[in-house]
C-alpha cells in the first residue's frame, strides 16, 4: 500500500463539498467516501471532519436532516444547498487554476529562464 | 456564505441549545460505533474495536469545542462563563458591589438628567412634520444708522457688526409674503406673553392666558392637522375683524375644558371681544415660536386690532414698528441662497415703500435662520447653564470612574494568585483581560440601568427649579431614545474606562511570583504607584468641585447680601392689566387709581406701590432724555431706565427720598410732567449740578419736557447683579396711554394671606379683572437667581460627594500600605523608631499625594473657574479665600482619612510583626 498523505491544508471543505455532492451522506459516510474516492491513499484526521461540517452548515452550503442509516440506525444526513454547489463550482477551479500555476513553475528549467 | 444562514444557524442554535448540544453528542455517537462496527467485521473485539475507534477519532471534547465554535457559540459561551463568574464574586463581596454600583449609578443618573434637559433645550425641534425644512426670517442692520427704531421683540448684535432681529413690520411682512410666493410659502406669527398675555373670560370667569398671533397659511404651511374642530384658515385672517375664532392647545384644553368636545362652537371673551373656539391643536405641537411650552389660545392676525391693540391705532398698517415674526418652508428645487437673495430683494424694496429712508440710513438686510427650533430662546438663555451643568456632572462621573478603578485595582491585587492560577492552566491573556473587563462592564451596566432611573426620576427636578414659583407653565424635560442612547454610551464608556487599567494589569501578572504565596509583596511597588496616581486624580478632581461649589456658595450668598436699595420684606406683588376694549386710553388709570384706593383700605395693608415695571424682574423700559437745547441723537449717553409709579411708590417701597419731593394730587391732572430721579441719574445728566428743578427734554411724537421734582436714592432695577442703573420715575397718572402696572402691596404679617382679600378688591372695581402673577418680592427676587441657586446645590451636593469619595480613596490606599508594610514598619521600630516617628512617616506619605492633588486640581480648578465668570456674583473666579478654602478642606480632609491607618502603623507591636512573617 502507497504511503498516505496529509491532507493539504484548507482542502478538507472541498473534498466534503465533493463527496456530498453526489448523494446525500452522514458525517462516516462522507470520510469514507473521500477515503474510498482516494484510493485509500490520504488521511483525514476523523475529529476535525465534524467542526468542517457544522462550519460548511452555518455558512450554508450543507443542510442537514436525520435519517436511517445502511444498518437502521439513526444518523445525521448531509446535502449540497444551492450555495453549496457554487461553492464547490468556484473552489473547483481555483484549485485547477492553481495546480496547473504551481505545476507550471516546478516544472521550470534553467533553459526557460 | 450569506449573512443569513449564518444568523439562522447561530440563532436556531443558541435558541435550542441542548438540542443542538443532543445533536451533536448522537452525531458523533454514530460516527464511533459506525467505525467500531467496520472495525469488528476486520476481526476485531468489540472493546478493541472501540478502542481504536475513539484513538482514531482524538480529544472528542476538543473537536466539540471547535464544532460549537464553528457554529458562533464559543463567544456566548465565554460570555456566559465569564457574567456567571462574575455574579458569584460579586455577591461574594456586597460591599464592594454596592459602592461600585452605587457610584456610578449617581454619576450616570446625574448626567442623565442634565443631558434630559439639554436634550429638551438644544435639541428638540417644532412638533410639526418636517421641521428642518423650516427658515425663520430675519435682518441685520448697521447700529447707529439703521432705520428701524421702533421694535417689540427680540433683538442682538449680529454675527459680524451691527445687530439682528426677527421681527418684521405687518406692512413688510404682506409684501414679503406676495412677492416672494416663488420661492418660499411665508407665513406670519406673533407670540402675547408676559405683559402683553390676554385675559379670556370663559362662563364668566376671567383668567390671564398666553396667545400666539397667527397668520391665515399658518397651518397649512406647518401642515398641521386639528385634533378635532378645525384650524385658523386664509379667510379668517382674510381684513380687519374677519375672524373672530381662537384655536386652543391641547394643554389648555386638558387644564380648562377637561377634555370636552363641546368645547368646539364655545364662545368665550378674548379682552371681552366675544371669539368662537373652533379646534384643537394636536398634543405634541407648541406653536411656531417655543419648542417647550405651547400658548394656550391661537387666533387671527386679522384680531389683533380688536383684541391686543396696546394702546395704537392698528398694528396691521403700522409702519414703524416692526413686531412681526416669519417663517416659511422654501419652494422645492429653490436653493438656500436663491431664497435669500430674492426675499432680500423684496425686503429692500418693501422698506423703501413703506418708510422714510434718512440719506446714508442702513436699510436691512435679510437672512434664514434655522427655523426649526422656533425663536429658540430656551436655547439662547439656558445654553451656557445646560453646558457648565454638564460639565460639572462630567466631573462627578469622571471621579465615579476613578473610584471604580481604584476599587477594582486594589481587588486585583488580591486577586493575583487567582489569577496567575488560570494563566498558569492556560488561559490566554486576552481570556484574562476579557473577563476582567467583563466585570467592569457589567458593573457599569447595573450602574448605567440604575443612573438611568435617578435620571428618569429627577428629569424634571432642574425644569422645576428653574421655573418661576408663580408660573406653572415651566419646561417638560422629556426621555426619548436620544437620552437612552446618552446614557448607554456613558455607561459603555465608564464601564471601559475604569476596567481597561485594571484588566491590563491583570494580564501582565508574573506567573512565577503571582501563585507564590507572598506575590502582592514582591510587585507592590507597581501597584500602588498605579493607585497613587488615582488617588491624585480622585483629590483633584474633588478639588476642582470643591471649588466650584465654594465659588457658587460665595455667589449665592453675595446675592443675599445685595443691598437692593428698597425693603423687600412683606411685599406681595400682583399685575393688573385693564382690558383696553373697556379702558381705553388716560381710562386704565382712572381704574388703577380707583383700585390703588381700594387696596389701601384692605385690612392689614400697611402701603400700596405701583409701578409699570416689577423690580427685579428683568424687565427693561427706557427712553432718551435731552438737556433742553441739545440736539436729538440716539446713543447710550442719553439713555436712562424708566418707569411709572404712583405717589406712594418710594414710601411703600422704602427707597428714600433725599432732596425735593414725591408726586402728589395737584400733580395729577396738570399737564406739567414731573419726575423723581435717582442718584445715578443725577450724575449722569446734571454732574456736579444740582437737579432739582431743572428739565429734561424727551421725545413722543414731538419734545416733551420733564421737571425733576425729586432725588431719590439708588434702587436696583431690573437685575440684583447690575448696580442701580440711572432711573427717571414718571407720575402713572400723568400718562394718556393705557398700562399694564404692578401692585406692590407692603403688609404687616405674611403677605400671602392677603390674597383673598386684595382679590375681592380688585373685583369690586370690576369681576372680570383678574389678579396676575401673585408672588411676593422675595420670589420675584428669588426668581431671578434660580440659576445660581441650583448651581450652588448643585455643585455644593457635588463637591461633599467629592471629597467623601477622595476621602475613602485616601484611606484605602494608606491602609493598605500600611498593611502591607507590617514587616518593615516592625523592624523600623525594632531598631528604634518611635510610634510619633512612624505615625508621622505615614502622614507624610499621605500629605504628599494630597499636596500632589491639591497642586493639580487647584491649577486646573483656575482654567475650569473662568468659563463660570458670567455665573459669579461679587468675586472673581480666582477668588483667593475660595481657593484658600478649598486647599484646606482637602488638605485636611486628605490628613484626616490618612490619620486612621497611620496610628494604626504607629500601634504595630514590633515583635510581633517581625515574627508574623
Not at chain 1, 490520504?42 to 436532516?65: C, D, F, K, M, T
Not at chain 2, 441549545?17 to 460516527?31: I, K, V, W
Amino acid at each position: 500500500m502507497p504511503k498516505e498523505l496529509d491532507l493539504l491544508q484548507g482542502t478538507l471543505d472541498m473534498l466534503i463539498l465533493k463527496a456530498v455532492s453526489l448523494g446525500p451522506l452522514h458525517g462516516y459516510g462522507i470520510l469514507l467516501r473521500i477515503q474510498q474516492l482516494a484510493g485509500e491513499r490520504i488521511e483525514v484526521q476523523q475529529g476535525s471532519l465534524y467542526p468542517a461540517l457544522a462550519r460548511l452548515e452555518h455558512n450554508g452550503s450543507l443542510q442537514s436532516e436525520w435519517g436511517e442509516s445502511e444498518n437502521n440506525r439513526k444518523a445525521k444526513y448531509y446535502r449540497l444547498t444551492a450555495a453549496g454547489r457554487r461553492q464547490l463550482k468556484t473552489e473547483t477551479e481555483s484549485w485547477h487554476r492553481m495546480a496547473d500555476l504551481i505545476a507550471g513553475i516546478l516544472k521550470a528549467t534553467p533553459e526557460e529562464l | 456564505m450569506s449573512l443569513r444562514s449564518r444568523l439562522r444557524s447561530w440563532s436556531s442554535a443558541m435558541r435550542g441549545r441542548s438540542g443542538m448540544e443532543n445533536d451533536m453528542d448522537a452525531e458523533l455517537r454514530f460516527h464511533l460505533e459506525a467505525y467500531a462496527a467496520d472495525l469488528r467485521t476486520s476481526g476485531l473485539t468489540e472493546e478493541e474495536a472501540y478502542r481504536k475507534a475513539r484513538l482514531a477519532f482524538g480529544n472528542i471534547e476538543a473537536h466539540k469545542q471547535d464544532v460549537r465554535q464553528s457554529r458562533g457559540l464559543r463567544f456566548w459561551d465565554d460570555l456566559r462563563a465569564d457574567l456567571t463568574y462574575t455574579l458569584r464574586t460579586l455577591r461574594k463581596n456586597p460591599g464592594f458591589a454596592t459602592i461600585a454600583i452605587l457610584s456610578l449609578a449617581l454619576g450616570i443618573g446625574a448626567n442623565t438628567t442634565i443631558f434630559t434637559l439639554a436634550n429638551t433645550i438644544l435639541f428638540d425641534k417644532l412638533g410639526v412634520p418636517h421641521p428642518d425644512g423650516l427658515r425663520l426670517l430675519s435682518w441685520t442692520a448697521d447700529d447707529d444708522k439703521g432705520v428701524v427704531h421702533s421694535m417689540w421683540g427680540s433683538y442682538g448684535p449680529a454675527h459680524n457688526h451691527g445687530f439682528s432681529s426677527t421681527s418684521f413690520s405687518y406692512p413688510v411682512y404682506l409684501a414679503l409674503r406676495t412677492q416672494s410666493a416663488g420661492v418660499a410659502d411665508l407665513f406670519a406669527f406673533k407670540p402675547l406673553e408676559g405683559n402683553r398675555r390676554l385675559t379670556a373670560t370663559i362662563d364668566g370667569a376671567a383668567e390671564v392666558v398666553t396667545a400666539e398671533l397667527v397668520s391665515g397659511n399658518y397651518y397649512s404651511v406647518l401642515n398641521v392637522k386639528p385634533q378635532i374642530g378645525r384650524l385658523i384658515a386664509n379667510a379668517d385672517d382674510a381684513r380687519a375683524g374677519s375672524g373672530p375664532v381662537i384655536v386652543i392647545s391641547d394643554r389648555y384644553w386638558s387644564s380648562r375644558f377637561g377634555r370636552s368636545h363641546d368645547v368646539v362652537g364655545k364662545q368665550i371673551a378674548l379682552n371681552r371681544i366675544p371669539v368662537t373656539v373652533i379646534g384643537v391643536t394636536p398634543s405634541g405641537f407648541t406653536g411656531a415660536s417655543s419648542v417647550q411650552v405651547a400658548s394656550d389660545v391661537f387666533l387671527p392676525f386679522s384680531m389683533q386690532p380688536m383684541v391686543a391693540p396696546f394702546g395704537r391705532a392698528s398694528l396691521l398698517e403700522d409702519k414703524e414698528l416692526w413686531w412681526t415674526l416669519v417663517m416659511g418652508r422654501l419652494k422645492p428645487g429653490v436653493t438656500e441662497e436663491q431664497a435669500r437673495a430674492v426675499i432680500d430683494l423684496h425686503l429692500h424694496q418693501a422698506v423703501r415703500s413703506t418708510m422714510k429712508i434718512p440719506a446714508g440710513g442702513d436699510v436691512p438686510r435679510a437672512s434664514l435662520e434655522r427655523g426649526s427650533q422656533g425663536e429658540n430662546f430656551a436655547g439662547k438663555d439656558q445654553g451656557q447653564s445646560v453646558r457648565i451643568l454638564m460639565g460639572l456632572v462630567a466631573f462627578v462621573l469622571l471621579l465615579g470612574c476613578v473610584n471604580i478603578a481604584n476599587l477594582l485595582l486594589a481587588r486585583s491585587a488580591t486577586r493575583k494568585r487567582e489569577i496567575s492560577v488560570r494563566l498558569a492552566l492556560g488561559a490566554g491573556r486576552f481570556r484574562i483581560i476579557r473577563q476582567v473587563l467583563t466585570e467592569s462592564l457589567l458593573l457599569s451596566a447595573l450602574g448605567g440601568i440604575a443612573g438611568m432611573l435617578l435620571g428618569y426620576w429627577t428629569r424634571n427636578f432642574i425644569p422645576h427649579f428653574l421655573s418661576k414659583a408663580w408660573d406653572t407653565t415651566g419646561i417638560q424635560a422629556h426621555f426619548n431614545w436620544r437620552v437612552l442612547l446618552f446614557s448607554s454610551g456613558v455607561s459603555l464608556a465608564a464601564g471601559v474606562l475604569f476596567g481597561l487599567a485594571p484588566a491590563f494589569n491583570s494580564a501582565r501578572n508574573d506567573l512565577n511570583t503571582g501563585v507564590k504565596d507572598r506575590g502582592i509583596r514582591t510587585s507592590q511597588g507597581r501597584k500602588s504607584r498605579a493607585g497613587q496616581l488615582l488617588v491624585i486624580l480622585q483629590i483633584s478632581l474633588s478639588m476642582i468641585l470643591v471649588t466650584a461649589a465654594g465659588l457658587f456658595l460665595r455667589t449665592i450668598i453675595n446675592l443675599a447680601k445685595a443691598d437692593v436699595g428698597f425693603d423687600s420684606s412683606n411685599l406681595l406683588l400682583f399685575q393688573v392689566q385693564p382690558p383696553e376694549s373697556r379702558y381705553a386710553g388716560a381710562k386704565s388709570q382712572r381704574l388703577l387709581h380707583e383700585i390703588e384706593e381700594r387696596v389701601r383700605i384692605v385690612p392689614g395693608v400697611e402701603g400700596v406701590a405701583i409701578s409699570s415695571e416689577s423690580l427685579i424682574a428683568h424687565g427693561i423700559s427706557n427712553e432718551l432724555f435731552f438737556i433742553p437745547g441739545q440736539p436729538f441723537a440716539r446713543g447710550e449717553e442719553h439713555s436712562s431706565n424708566i418707569n411709572d409709579v404712583n405717589a406712594d411708590f418710594f414710601a411703600t417701597m422704602r427707597i428714600p427720598i433725599l432732596a425735593g419731593r414725591t408726586f402728589n394730587q395737584t400733580d395729577a391732572p396738570t399737564k406739567n410732567l414731573v419726575v423723581v430721579m435717582n442718584q445715578a441719574g443725577a450724575k449722569k445728566f446734571f454732574p456736579g449740578q444740582n437737579p432739582l428743578r431743572r428739565q429734561l427734554e424727551k421725545y413722543d411724537d414731538g419734545p416733551v419736557r420733564v421737571t425733576i421734582i425729586g432725588i431719590c436714592k439708588d434702587a436696583k432695577y431690573d437685575d440684583l447683579r447690575q448696580q442701580p442703573p440711572p432711573t427717571i420715575y414718571g407720575f402713572y397718572r400723568q400718562s394718556q396711554e393705557p398700562m399694564q402696572m404692578t401692585f406692590e402691596v407692603r403688609s404687616r404679617e405674611l403677605p400671602q394671606q392677603l390674597t383673598p382679600a386684595l382679590r375681592n378688591a380688585v373685583r369690586s372695581v370690576d369681576k372680570d379683572l383678574p389678579l396676575v402673577d401673585v408672588r411676593t418680592q422675595r420670589e420675584q427676587i428669588d426668581a431671578t437667581t434660580a440659576e445660581q441657586r441650583l448651581f450652588a446645590a448643585l455643585a455644593t451636593g457635588f463637591g461633599i460627594l467629592a471629597l467623601a469619595i477622595a476621602s475613602v480613596g485616601v484611606y484605602g490606599l494608606m491602609a493598605f500600605s500600611v498593611a502591607s508594610r507590617r514587616n518593615e514598619i516592625g523592624i523600623r521600630m525594632a531598631l528604634g523608631a518611635q510610634a510619633r516617628q512612624v505615625l508621622r512617616m505615614i502622614l507624610r506619605e499621605t500629605g504628599v499625594l494630597a499636596i500632589a492633588g491639591v497642586a493639580v486640581g487647584a491649577a486646573a480648578s483656575l482654567g475650569c473657574a473662568k468659563l463660570l465668570r458670567s455665573m459669579l456674583f461679587g468675586l472673581t473666579p480666582n477668588d483667593p479665600l475660595t481657593l484658600g478654602l478649598s486647599v484646606a478642606i482637602l488638605l485636611g480632609a486628605a490628613l484626616l482619612a490618612g490619620f486612621l491607618p497611620a496610628r494604626r502603623a504607629a500601634r504595630i507591636d514590633p515583635l510581633e510583626a517581625v515574627r508574623h512573617d
